[in-house]
Structures are given as C-alpha cells and as structure tokens.
C-alpha cells in the first residue's frame, strides 16, 4: 500500500510530488504531465502571470522557470510573457528532474476501502493507498452556458478544448466572454483568418495594465507591492498568505472567490483585439439552436432587445465551476461524504484536507478555501508544502482513510457513518 497517490500531473500535482518524495513518502503519481498546457492551449498564447510567479515547487526551490528559460538561453524576465509552449516544456523538464516517474495513464475512480483507498486505471489496475491527493487542474469543471448544452460539439465548443485554432480559418465564430481566454482567443482566431467576434456580458471590457518595473522607488512598492496576483495590498495577501484567508469566515471568503480578479483581459492583448476583432458589450444569449449553416442565437441586450445572430461555430470561453458533484472519478459513496460549501465545492481544512480523512485536494477546487491564487499557477508552491505537512500527519495518526472528518467540517457524524456502511 502507498503512502500517497497524486492523481493529476500538472502543476500542482507535480509540486505536491516533489514535496512528497523528499519527505521520503511511499507514492505514485498518475497523469499525462501538463497535460491541460500541452494539449488544451492553442500555439501562441502566452501565460498571464508573470514568469516569477508561474514556478513549480520543489522543497530546494532549484526547478525553476527561470532556471530552464536560461538553459535554453532565454531570459525569463518580469514584464514579458511567456509562451504557453515553453511552460509546458518546463513542466515536463522539472517533472524529469524533481519529480519520481510519472505514471501517464488516467485514474477512472477512486473509492475509500478500510486502511485507506482503492484506485482504479483506465486499463483496469487496482492500487491502494493510505492518503490520495486529487490535484485534477480545471478540465472536469469546464462551465458552457446552458442555453448552448444541448448542441454538439461540432458546432459549440469551450475555449479548453483546443490546441489548434486552424481548422476554423475562413469560417465565421462567435466567442462568448470578456475574460484572457475569450480575448486571447479571439485575437488568435482573427490572426489565423476567422471572421470573429466577442459576445460579452458586461458594459465594457477590463484590461490590466502594464505591470510596474521591477525596481522602483521604495514608496511606490510600499504603496502597491509586487505580488503573484498583480500590484497591491490587496492581490499580495491573495497570493502570498493563503493561510491567513482560510481564516476569514466563510461568508467572507465566497464573496471574495466570487468577485475578485474577474475577467480581465492582459494588456499585451489588447492592441491584437481592438480594430481586429468585433466586440459585442452586454450581450448575452439566452437561446440556441441549430441551422444548416451553423448556429442562430438568440441574443439580448441590457435594454431586452432580443436579435437573432448566425455563426457557423460558438467558443465558450466561460471559465470553470469546481462543484463537487463534478468529482466523477470519485465512487458515489466517497463522493456523497464530503462536505461542500456554499458554492458546491468541498470544504477544505487548513492543510487541505477534505472532511474525509486522507482524500486530500488542490488547485481550482480549493479557491473557496484559500483564495484565488488557486486559480493560478502561483498557488502550487503554498499548497505543495501545507499539503504534504498535512499528508504526514495523517499517516501518523495510523487511522484508516475515510473513518473521521477532520476537525471543523459540516456532518461529522453523517460523513463517518457512510464511509463506515
């Protein structure tokens, strides 16, 4: 029986893993690495966040982007961004370096059993562990609106679900959104020979600026200090004290996931959308339905007016909601244990720990918990090293995984009564 299995091998999960072997635990670690990165991102975008802030984590901090940049004699420097091709690289770099061999195949379902849990591969492999850390990045949470749902694929697709933007060259799209991905998108959409245009909700668009220099007068960094999230007080203690958030009361925290760093688009964006790529604001379609040539929309704007709009090929670039209820590698039983929060996603304990013993998680589905730099690449390093803290403290207590909820979760006794059934 393993000490730990990391399901997902992007950047959390691979940060978890280099945390987890050198505290010498017993692990596997399942996941095509970067997979969402090498196979979910078309050629040519760039990452957000600036080079500093998007490093894997190891215990030494000696895998780091700007390591692997200059040994591939480029500069990893603030203000520019990185292509999206060369992160992916670098994941795959440090997971050869910092992590133990990776295992590609996908884990199909994981259920508690006594001692702990039992996984199963896609090709049918039965292994057991004492503690699981689901690190499954945002892929099982993509969010297509509902009026889009029922159509096929070939005609509505969301903005994760492409590496290569080509085969829409000629043809007429409709992206829905006015956040990175929707603009970026967009922008890449137009420069490949689309006939483009951008359904958003709001009155306007929001872009960020052009970040600060690094170095710069001491009152100004005092005012608005640097942070894997942007500029200010407030995006500094997001990012770098995560810990102290998971402190705020519950309420607290909801409102903030839910509303801060909303769409936005990245300032080196900005002059490829505008003049190439017609924006429609406060737009939103309420209906859909198929056509010979495509798609028709029924659109309304923020007067009600309701227009119909043809496109032969819908992007929705709308984000992703992390719920537990998308969990579905989970067993029904281990699934129906946890307790959620407000938002439907699982209550998290301090060392990100859900309410059953041992199924511990990270990335997306922990930003209820500890904010949003768990939406970002910068969140790896805080939960990496909380993360295995809390792993080696369970398997000190010696109690099977799934027996008792850890301290402050909902339904104490209704949790520990269905993993005991």
């Known amino acids: 029986m393993y000490d730990l299995l990391v399901v997902g091998a992007g950047p959390y999960g691979l940060s978890i893993a280099s945390h987890a072997a050198a505290a010498g635990l017993r692990l596997r670690v399942f996941g095509r690495p970067m997979a969402s990165w090498r196979d979910h991102m078309p050629r040519g975008m760039f990452l957000k966040s600036e080079p500093w802030a998007s490093n894997l984590s190891d215990p030494g901090a000696r895998w780091r982007l700007d390591v692997y940049c200059a040994g591939q004699g480029v500069a990893a420097r603030h203000g520019e961004p990185i292509p999206v091709e060369m992160f992916a690289s670098y994941g795959l ?14 884990i199909v379902r994981i259920a508690g ?42 005609l509505v697709s969301h903005s994760s679900h492409h590496s290569n933007l080509a085969r829409f060259r000629g043809r007429d799209v409709t992206v829905i959104g006015g956040g990175q991905a929707a603009l970026e998108t967009a922008a890449l959409l137009a420069e490949q020979g689309a006939r483009v245009r951008v359904l958003v909700r709001a009155d306007g668009l929001i872009w960020n600026d052009v970040p600060p220099p690094w170095e710069r007068p001491w009152w100004q960094s005092a005012r608005s200090p640097h942070s894997g999230l942007g500029c200010g007080w407030r995006n500094w203690f997001y990012s770098e004290r995560p810990g102290l958030f998971h402190r705020l009361p519950e309420s607290t ?169």
């Open 93 to 106: 770099w440090f997971a050869r370096n910092a992590v133990p061999e990776v295992d590609e195949r996908s």
């Open 113 to 154: 059993v006594p001692g702990g849990f039992e996984a199963v591969t896609e090709d049918g492999e039965i292994l057991h562990a004492r503690t699981v850390a689901l690190a499954v990045g945002v892929l099982p949470f993509v969010e297509i609106p509902a009026a889009l749902r029922e159509l096929p694929p070939s």
């Open 253 to 421: 925290r909801a409102h903030i996931t839910a509303t801060a760093l909303g769409p936005a688009g990245a300032w080196w964006v900005r002059d490829r959308v505008e003049g190439s790529v017609e924006v429609l604001l406060g737009q939103e379609v309420t209906a859909a339905r198929e056509t010979g040539a495509g798609v028709r929309l029924d659109v309304v704007s923020r007067t009600g007016e309701v227009r119909p709009l043809d496109t032969e090929h819908v992007v929705a670039a709308t984000g992703f909601t992390a719920t537990c209820e998308r969990l579905g590698l989970l067993s029904d039983d281990l699934r129906g244990t946890l307790a959620t929060v407000t938002d439907g996603s699982p209550e998290i304990g301090h060392d990100f720990e859900s309410s059953c013993p041992g199924l511990f998680m990270a990335g997306l589905v922990t930003a209820s918990g500890f904010g949003p730099a768990m939406r970002f690449v910068h969140g790896a390093t805080y939960t990496a090293g909380a993360l295995v803290r809390g792993v080696r403290r369970r398997l000190r207590t010696g109690q099977p995984g799934g027996a008792i909820p850890v301290p402050g979760s909902r339904d104490r006794r209704a949790a520990t009564d269905a993993v005991r059934r």
